[in-house]
């Protein structure tokens, strides 16, 4: 408070009296005192006290009290037990031993760690918190405009589907106008004629009686009789009223005509990244392609052939082969489990959903099955068609490749919780965008949603589009001249690139998005390369159809 004879300075009083200036101070107490009331705090024998000039005090503003020791002050502070202390706690021995440090030490410490974290939660943290709520705020307010577009795409679709319906009924109209006007003329025709005979035979019948009435013999002998003419009638015109066929309307094929919205795809980016403290160093996000591929792990299987191989972690893989057992094997090839199929005959396929369950399909017993907890449960069950190869989406959707029993016809089918979403099958022109032969169609979805099969019996990998529109056909690079392209597997990594597997030219083709030919995988020794995929960090894995060997390279 001011002085009240010096107006203009600050003077700290008794904290007893509240009324003189300070002089001394009770480092036990804690308190600040007069000349005058120091007696009076001595004269208090129920604890004990250190009165001390208040220029000479330690600085207690950051000591507590000890909970233990009410007349002592915690100056120390126990590191193993990670407490503050007094002194005499200190010598009673609970903490004999322990390494015992400042009091004011530890808490300068402790409040620079507690001052770095507020200021990377103020500065680094809060920040980009802000940003993500900002951003979301920007996505929620251009749904409107998102979502109006798709509205409004299809409002014109519907008017040209408007459009050449009306066309197409019009153009109905006029052909039946044309019949009418064609039928009501042939019926005028044959009118006119029947018309003329009528006034020929009653001109006849006139003269006749002119004749009888007349009875001259000159009249009767120069009428020529022409009544054998007339015996037989003008033909019967018979018209059969034309009819309308309407055909059935197909409301799948009107859906499909129509277009479709494709699946809502959510999926999440982890931001580790962003949080990690300023002196660690984030991944680009774009990874560049190694100059020289490296095989960096080798695992035996087993399987003689082995078809194909699904990460379910960078370190587990599922494989299958000739056999009714699938395996999940670590990298050193120990075996972590097993399942047998259901039918007991061998899986086509196999793949993993985005919740780590396996999938495979059973091309013998028409069926696709997802195994949970070891239970085997068939999720979609197909007639006429048997199914061939599948992926999991990052929707958590299906796709299966399959074919008809007679092998006339093949096709892509998604499935959402095993309903069937879309089916993929023919080009703008109405051509079948894969070949019929039962051989392999290894399928995967890249990044871009895009849908890939490796088409081994058209020799061609072919892409479309979510919405099933072909995209483009990539059938080997020019420098393949040895032998002809034959892709099997196919799979695609973070970068949207496309890697499929060349059976007999053992190696391996890498496309970017939009089917460049980029290079070769062709120096680690590969043998009749055949399923593949990759991991959560790029590194690509292929198995050898005949040596049973999976190989993970970089």
């Not at 679709?157 to 408007?162: A, N, S, V």
């Not at 007991?344 to 793949?351: L, N, V």
């Not at 070891?374 to 599948?390: C, D, E, F, S, Y």
């Not at 890939?452 to 019996?457: F, I, R």
Request: proline content about 3%.
């Amino acid at each position: 408070m001011l002085h009240p004879r010096r107006s203009a300075q600050y003077v700290l009083l008794c904290d007893l009296c509240e009324a003189a200036p300070v002089q001394s101070h009770c480092e036990r107490c804690n308190i600040n005192l007069c000349k005058a009331c120091v007696g009076e705090h001595l004269s208090d024998t129920s604890k004990r006290h250190n009165v001390v000039s208040y220029l000479h005090r330690e600085s207690t503003r950051n000591y507590s009290k000890c909970p233990k020791h009410a007349d002592e002050h915690c100056k120390h502070y126990c590191e193993k037990c990670d407490i503050p202390i007094c002194i005499t706690c200190v010598s009673a021995g609970k903490h004999k031993g322990h390494d015992i440090s400042d009091v004011l030490e530890k808490l300068s410490s402790k409040t620079q760690s507690l001052q770095e974290d507020l200021e990377e939660l103020e500065t680094r943290i809060y920040p980009r918190y802000e940003k993500m709520a900002s951003d979301i705020q920007t996505d929620k307010a251009q749904l409107e405009t998102n979502y109006g577009k798709l509205t409004r795409a299809a409002d014109q679709q519907e008017k040209i589907l408007h459009r050449e319906i009306t066309a197409i009924v019009n153009q109905r109209k006029y052909d039946i106008r044309e019949k009418k006007n064609k039928h009501l003329s042939t019926l005028n025709r044959n009118t006119d004629e029947i018309t003329q005979k009528m006034t020929e035979i009653k001109q006849i019948m006139s003269d006749l009686k002119s004749v009888l009435e007349s009875n001259d013999i000159s009249f009767t002998s120069t009428y020529k009789s022409r009544n054998s003419e007339f015996r037989t009638l003008p033909p019967k015109v018979r018209i059969t009223l034309p009819s309308f066929s309407p055909q059935k309307i197909n409301k799948d094929q009107l859906n499909e005509m129509f277009g479709s919205v494709t699946s809502l795809s959510i999926t999440t980016e982890e931001q580790d990244d962003t949080m990690k403290s300023p002196e660690a160093v984030s991944s680009p996000p774009v990874k560049p392609l190694l100059d020289e591929p490296r095989l960096v792990a080798t695992t035996n299987t087993e399987y003689r052939p082995l078809f194909s191989v699904r990460c379910l972690s960078d370190e587990q893989i599922w494989t299958c082969g000739d056999s009714k057992i699938m395996k999940l094997l670590d990298l050193q090839g120990k075996l972590l489990t097993s399942i047998q199929t259901e039918s007991r005959y061998r899986p086509e396929d196999i793949a993993v959903t985005r919740d780590g369950n396996l999938v495979y399909t059973d091309f013998e017993n028409k069926t696709v099955n997802i195994v949970k907890n070891k239970q085997i449960r068939t999720v979609i069950r197909l007639q006429g068609w048997a199914p061939l190869n599948v992926c999991s989406t990052t929707s958590n959707d299906l796709l299966v490749t399959m074919i008809n029993d007679n092998e006339t016809q093949s096709k892509v089918v998604r499935y959402s919780d095993s309903i069937e979403t879309q089916t993929i099958q023919f080009d703008d022109q109405g051509r079948s965008l894969y070949s019929y032969g039962n051989y392999t169609k290894y399928i995967n979805e890249n990044r871009n949603l895009d849908i890939c099969v490796a088409d081994y019996w058209s020799s061609a990998v072919v892409v479309v589009n979510q919405s099933g529109k072909l995209r483009f056909r990539y059938t080997g690079h020019i420098s393949n001249t040895e032998k002809s392209f034959d892709p099997v597997g196919i799979t695609t990594d973070s970068q949207s690139h496309i890697l499929t597997a060349d059976f007999r030219n053992h190696r391996i083709h890498i496309l970017d998005q939009d089917g460049q030919f980029l290079r070769y995988i062709q120096n680690c020794h590969l043998r009749d390369p055949h399923g593949v995929c990759v991991d959560t960090r790029d590194n690509f894995f292929v198995v050898e159809l005949d040596t049973g060997k999976v190989k993970k390279i970089q």
